[in-house]
């Protein structure tokens, strides 16, 4: 602090340029209003132990069905790794990305499993852009298939990566089979006084996209 007072105090005065502190104010305005004016990336957070977890499944023209990992969707995999593409389906919990929350009151209430269940209202046009992102995600995926119906997704330089060794069912499925996506979204709760957690599914929703056209 005395190093920096005697910085201060050798400063020739007389060569700050005019008007400086104007703009100095007005460079701490801006900053102050900067989070009204264009998006910026909050980077603290409370982790809540009340979750909403959204799944995809594809299913194939034989009935069964088989974990799609967030890979699989190529520059849309991140979004789809922070479950964050809109769906139109309940919205479960209050919380966000992996339970992500800016409020302490979120967090205290998650801790109980009290959290109220699909506060928010969810468009019909959620659910239209969820089915055409499916059905186009799909038909470019077909132009690209190898002869055995398989694509390597994997290779693309994903930010958020699914585990390649969890999904080993997908990966080999002949995609030329796939007839529809069943998208899931279970609101769960974690218990985290136990060692390793168990889980209590609260709330459950679905919506079918059939790649054909058509949904329920």
């Known amino acids: 602090?005395?190093?920096?007072?005697?910085?201060?105090?050798?400063?020739?005065?007389?060569?700050i340029p005019a008007g400086i502190g104007i703009l100095a104010l007005l460079g701490c305005i801006f900053a102050g209003l900067a989070g009204n004016l264009f998006f910026v990336a909050r980077l603290s957070w409370y982790d809540a132990p009340s979750y909403n977890r959204l799944r995809a499944f594809a299913v194939t023209s034989d009935g069964r069905e088989v974990a799609v990992p967030s890979n699989f969707f190529g520059p849309l995999s991140i979004s789809v790794a922070q479950m964050r593409i809109p769906t139109g389906l309940?919205?479960?919990?209050?919380?966000?990305?992996?339970?992500?929350?800016?409020?302490?009151?979120?967090?205290?209430?998650?801790r109980e499993c009290a959290l109220p269940l699909n506060v928010n209202v969810r468009?019909?046009?959620?659910?239209?852009?969820?089915?055409?992102?499916?059905?186009?995600?799909?038909?470019?995926?077909?132009?690209?298939?190898?002869?055995?119906?398989?694509?390597?997704?994997?290779?693309?330089?994903?930010?958020?990566?699914?585990?390649?060794?969890?999904?080993?069912?997908?990966?080999?499925?002949?995609?030329?089979?796939?007839?529809?996506?069943?998208?899931?979204?279970?609101?769960?709760?974690?218990?985290?006084?136990?060692?390793?957690?168990?889980?209590?599914?609260?709330?459950?929703?679905?919506?079918?996209?059939?790649v054909d056209g058509g949904a329920r």
Request: some cysteine; charged content about 30%.
């Open 1 to 15: 602090m005395a190093a920096l007072i005697i910085a201060v105090g050798k400063i020739d005065r007389q060569k």
């Open 90 to 110: 309940p919205s479960g919990f209050p919380t966000g990305t992996w339970a992500s929350t800016a409020r302490y009151s979120i967090l205290s209430a998650g």
């Open 123 to 210: 468009s019909t046009a959620s659910r239209a852009s969820l089915e055409r992102l499916t059905r186009t995600w799909h038909a470019a995926v077909l132009r690209e298939l190898d002869g055995n119906g398989r694509i390597a997704y994997d290779y693309y330089p994903h930010r958020i990566w699914s585990d390649p060794r969890r999904f080993d069912a997908f990966r080999e499925l002949d995609k030329r089979e796939i007839a529809a996506y069943r998208w899931v979204r279970d609101a769960i709760c974690i218990d985290i006084d136990r060692r390793y957690g168990t889980t209590r599914l609260v709330d459950h929703a679905e919506i079918l996209v059939r």
